[in-house]
């Protein structure tokens, strides 16, 4: 079945650059840099549609990887040590480019402004005993005290630095900027400070605890929280928002072009969203559109004010304000002129969620009819796969076919227009076509199978052609929308 599900997410072996735009008018134009991971190019490239972009998944794995393929370089070219040019590439957000320039410009200010200071290079601190040392956290004064100073001299006991790191890693959840427990400090902890104090503790507890996996959690937050910061930090980096999903998706698409572009990406554990506002796929619609469509508008029945401006006397309104009341009602009956419009695409919009709904409950199906059919037709599973072909297409469609009524709904009306409401209409017919054989007793559907194949993959074609043209349209800016897209 011709669909974008075939698409590669792979297609490109290369990391995007940080610092390009990218070329909207012209796909081809767009070139990227490698940042740390192996070219897997093919010598054959998917033709990619108009509604796609370019995307890569990485698992934390590759993550790391490339997060310690950027430290090494940049710790080279700067002179500094590893832990120390971590710090300086979170504070510019990994643009390395832009660090390293400023570095040879300002490396004094640089320094100063990550946490650094000018001691950045110099041998790493260690615990010791110092003699006649008071802790001001805990008070103790114990001649065989150890205690810990990073190289802004504040000191601490050991025990109590350490309790401040597990609090920070564990409870407010923070790794990568951890500031000196010491008054007004601003010097980060570095992860040789981190090493030699958290890990040994959670260590000698994984030991203590006979290998808890409570205690082995503990262990790699201080990883895990640092990963999350570095794809938190990278504008075309972005975790996937589907529960317990692992992966981070890479896109090259700038929060400006997201009023040219609706940039759908699909993560490698199966689901599908919006890299621009982690949402749904919500394809032809762009995101601005989407979060008007979305929006909550609440205001009080009884003067037709603004809600939140009620303060305590909320669902008691005794407020009487001729001008602001008269003004709100003369706005409700105009309102009421495009209500019926209004309700013509919401009731249309809502039938394509509910139809979604149960079609994807009838998916969940498709294998126990799958199997039915083998049973009662001798039919091999490869030859009953039609099946579940057609109820990925339904799926698909009803979620395009959902967000074409919102999108029509901002549609200022010209010749474009027109254009689209046929190509909705004829994707909507197919798609109400499919469903009503797909919802056949299974003794007829041996006899519906060409027929069904033939139904998937119009649906799918007039899917594809309504998704290109509602994306080329936008790309050259030739819709009018009744509303703003910034």
């Known amino acids: ?26 796909d081809s134009d767009f070139e990227v840099d490698d940042v740390g991971f192996e070219s897997q190019d093919k010598d054959i490239k998917p033709t990619r549609q108009a509604y796609e972009v370019e995307f890569k998944v990485f698992d934390p794995a590759q993550i790391q990887a490339q997060q310690d393929n950027q430290i090494n370089e940049v710790a080279t070219i700067l002179g500094q040590p590893p832990e120390a040019a971590a710090i300086l590439l979170r504070h510019s957000r990994w643009n390395k480019e832009r660090l390293i320039d400023q570095y040879m410009d300002k490396q004094e200010e640089v320094l100063e402004n990550a946490g650094l200071g000018q001691d950045a290079a110099t041998n790493p601190p260690k615990i010791q005993k110092v003699k006649g040392f008071v802790c001001d956290i805990c008070c103790d004064d114990s001649p065989d005290l150890d205690t810990f100073a990073m190289k802004c001299e504040h000191r601490f006991c050991v025990h109590c630095y350490k309790q401040y790191l597990s609090n920070k890693i564990q409870d407010e959840g923070e790794a990568a900027r951890i500031r000196c427990p010491g008054e007004g400090c601003t010097r980060i902890v570095d992860s040789k400070s981190l090493d030699i104090l958290v890990s040994h503790e959670l260590q000698a507890r994984y030991v203590v605890m006979k290998q808890s996996k409570a205690a082995m959690t503990n262990w790699q937050r201080y990883q895990v929280l640092l990963t999350r910061t570095y794809v938190d930090d990278r504008e075309n980096l972005k975790w996937c928002p589907a529960p317990d999903c692992k992966y981070a998706v890479e896109c090259p698409v700038k929060s400006k072009d997201l009023t040219k572009v609706v940039p759908t990406v699909h993560c490698d554990c199966g689901s599908d969203f919006c890299f621009g506002c982690t949402l749904a796929n919500h394809q032809p619609a762009p995101c601005s559109l989407v979060k008007r469509w979305l929006k909550k508008h609440e205001f009080c029945w009884m003067c037709m004010g603004i809600w939140s ?9 005794n407020r009487f304000e001729e001008k602001s009341g008269s003004d709100a009602r003369d706005a409700q009956a105009k309102s009421r002129q495009s209500l019926e419009r209004y309700l013509h695409y919401y009731n249309r919009y809502a039938n394509h969620e509910q139809s979604a709904k149960l079609d994807k409950d009838i998916y969940l199906k498709t294998e126990k009819k799958m199997q039915q059919l083998q049973n009662t037709t001798g039919m091999s599973w490869i030859e009953v796969q039609f099946l579940d072909q057609a109820s990925q297409a339904l799926q698909q469609c009803r979620q395009v076919l959902k967000w074409t009524y919102a999108f029509a709904y901002y549609l200022a009306r010209n010749n474009l227009t027109e254009i689209f409401e046929d190509n909705q209409k004829d994707l909507e017919m197919a798609v109400e076509n499919l469903s009503e054989m797909f919802e056949k007793p299974i003794d007829q559907l041996q006899t519906l199978k060409v027929d069904m194949m033939d139904k998937t993959s119009y649906c799918t074609k007039r899917r594809i052609i309504l998704l290109n043209d509602t994306a080329e349209n936008l790309k050259a800016g030739n819709w009018d929308f009744n509303v703003p897209l910034s």
């Open 309 to 317: 401006e009620h303060g305590t006397s909320w669902y008691n309104c």
């Open 1 to 26: 079945m011709d669909s974008e599900d075939e698409f590669n997410s792979s297609m490109s072996g290369n990391d995007f650059d940080d610092d390009s735009d990218m070329d909207l008018e012209d």
